[in-house]
C-alpha cells in the first residue's frame, strides 16, 4: 500500500487500518473476560452471553448457535456449571428437555465482564480527542447501518 492510498482514503487502505484497530479492540475484550474470577475462556463467554440473552436456549440450540457439535457444548455447559455460572434446569413444557439458565454468579461475572470492557474502553475514548470521538462514534453507526443488526456473512 503507497502513501497515496493511505492519505486518500482508499476503502482498502481504510479497511486495513480498521483491521489493526478491530485486533486491539479484540484483545481489550479477551482481556476483560480473562481478568475476572472465575477466568473465562472466549468461548465460555460465548456461551454464557448467549444463555443469558436467549432463555429458550437448550443444549442443542446452543451448540447450534455457537457453532459447535453438541458434545463439545455440552462438555463446555459442563465447566461452567461445575463453576457454578450455569445450570441445567428442566423444562417447563417438556420434562424430556433441559433448559439452559445463567445463575445468580453468572449474571454477576457477566456483569464485571461488562464492567472491566467499559473502563478499558472508556481508557481509549479519554485518550482521543472530542472530534475523533465523534469520528469514531459516526463511524460505527455508518458500519452498522451498511451491516445490519447481528448480520453474518
Do not use: F, Y
Request: some cysteine; overall charge neutral; glycine content about 6%.
Amino acid at each position: 500500500m503507497t502513501e497515496a492510498d493511505e492519505a486518500g482514503g482508499t476503502p482498502r487502505a481504510v479497511a486495513r487500518g480498521l483491521a489493526d484497530a478491530v485486533e486491539s479492540l479484540v484483545t481489550l475484550w479477551i482481556s476483560a473476560a480473562e481478568s475476572v474470577t472465575p477466568r473465562l475462556s472466549r468461548h465460555q463467554l460465548k456461551a454464557l452471553t448467549a444463555v443469558m440473552h436467549r432463555s429458550e436456549l437448550n443444549l442443542t440450540a446452543l451448540a447450534d448457535t455457537l457453532g459447535i457439535a453438541l458434545p463439545a457444548a455440552s462438555r463446555l455447559c459442563d465447566r461452567l456449571e461445575a463453576a457454578g455460572l450455569l445450570e441445567r434446569v428442566p423444562h417447563p413444557l417438556n420434562r424430556r428437555e433441559l433448559k439452559l439458565e445463567v445463575t445468580a454468579q453468572g449474571r454477576k461475572v457477566l456483569g464485571e465482564v461488562a464492567e472491566r470492557r467499559a473502563v478499558h474502553l472508556e481508557a481509549v475514548l479519554v485518550a482521543m480527542a472530542p472530534a475523533q470521538r465523534e469520528a469514531l462514534a459516526r463511524g460505527l453507526r455508518a458500519v452498522r447501518e451498511v451491516r445490519g443488526p447481528g448480520e453474518e456473512d
